[in-house]
C-alpha cells in the first residue's frame, strides 16, 4: 500500500539490519565499562534507536530529546526549539546522540553544543544516513550507517508531513506525492 508512493528503495531492511550490527559491535567496544547515555531525537529516530540500541552488548542508558527548528524551512533562521528535553543529568556522562538523518546538520550542531555546554563528559553521533549535500553547519558523525543523495528520503522513521515513518526500509518519494500538496 505504501509501497506505492515511492520511487525507488535505496536502502533494504536487510542492508539496515546487518549495518545495525556492525555499528553495534563497534559501539558496544567504544562504550564498554563507560555507561553512556543514549539520546534518541524524536520522531525520527526512533526505529535506528530500538535497532542499534539492541545491538549494543554493553551497560546503557536511554533518555529522549525532542526539538525542532524554528520558522519554514525556506528560510530557516538556524534555530533549533526544545519541544521535550531529557530526563536526565548530562553532567559528567559520556553521550551517544542517535540520529536518523544529518542534512543541513542545524539539529545536531545545536545539540552537541547544549550537551557541552551542560557539561557532558563526551558528546559522540551515530546517524543512520547523512546527506553531505545539504550540509550548512560544519558538522560530521561520528557513525554513518548511509550515505544518500540529495533527494527527498523517508522510512525507517523519516516522514513526509508525518507520513512513511513506518516504512521498514528507506526509499525515494515519488514527485508526484509532494507536488500534490
Ligand atoms: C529531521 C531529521 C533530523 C533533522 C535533520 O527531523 O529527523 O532530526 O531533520 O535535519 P538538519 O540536519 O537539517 O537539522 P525533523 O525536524 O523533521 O523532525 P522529526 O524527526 O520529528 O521528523
Ligand atoms: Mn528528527
Ligand atoms: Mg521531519
Redo the contacts with the bound molecule.
Sequence with gaps: MLAKDIEKVLVTREEINARCKELGEQLAMEYQDKNPLVIG?????INFMADICREMDCYLELDFM????YGNATV?SGE?KILKDLDTNVEGRDLLIV????????????LVDLFKYRKANSVKIVTLLD?PE????DIEADYVGFDVPNEFVVGY???YM?QY?NLPYVGVLKPSIYESN
Aim: aromatic share 4%; glycine share 12%.
Design positions: 531525537v524524536l520522531k525520527g529516530s525532542d526539538v525542532s527548528s530557516s533549533v540520529e536518523d538523518i544529518i542534512d543541513s546538520g542545524r539539529t545536531l550542531a545545536y546527506k545539504g550540509r550548512v553547519v522513521g523519516l516522514d508525518e515513518r
